[in-house]
């Protein structure tokens, strides 16, 4: 069992950088993977990125790709979303999430959810 809180989303220019921490509790949390997951009001969840593990490996969406980086502590059980370069289609809930799949993309190959946070990007 695994329980994720999620913090640092907030309201910010277009260009701004922001940092989201997701924050675990439970059992074996360094041998998940963590993916993040957005929503923006009236659209689909989408799939944002995943860390492996160990924290050596890395998926990205193609939107988000060379903008943003995960990075995880499992030291002190922290995945960490680095975005940089942040543009308005950006806005969206921010989800952190728990899976064992490598890499998962799809909302149910996740077991444990954050509440999400709140990114807004002016333009």
């Known amino acids: 069992q695994v329980q994720l809180v999620e913090s640092g989303g907030g309201l910010v220019q277009a260009g701004d950088s922001l940092r989201l921490s997701c924050t675990a509790s439970?059992?074996?949390?360094?041998?998940?993977?963590m993916g993040w997951f957005r929503q923006a009001p009236g659209k689909e969840r989408e799939f944002v990125g995943a860390?492996?593990?160990?924290?050596?490996?890395?998926y990205y969406a193609d939107s988000v790709k060379g903008r943003f980086t995960i990075s995880r502590d499992n030291v002190k059980n922290t995945v960490y979303l680095q975005m940089n370069s942040l543009r308005p289609e950006d806005t969206a809930v921010y989800y952190c999430?728990?899976?064992?799949?490598?890499?998962?993309?799809?909302?149910?190959?996740?077991?444990?959810w954050g509440q999400g946070t709140q990114v807004a990007v002016a333009s």
């Open positions: 860390i492996s593990w160990s924290g050596s490996n890395t």
């Open positions: 439970g059992r074996t949390f360094s041998r998940y993977t």
């Open positions: 999430a728990a899976g064992t799949v490598m890499f998962g993309t799809k909302e149910n190959e996740y077991h444990y």
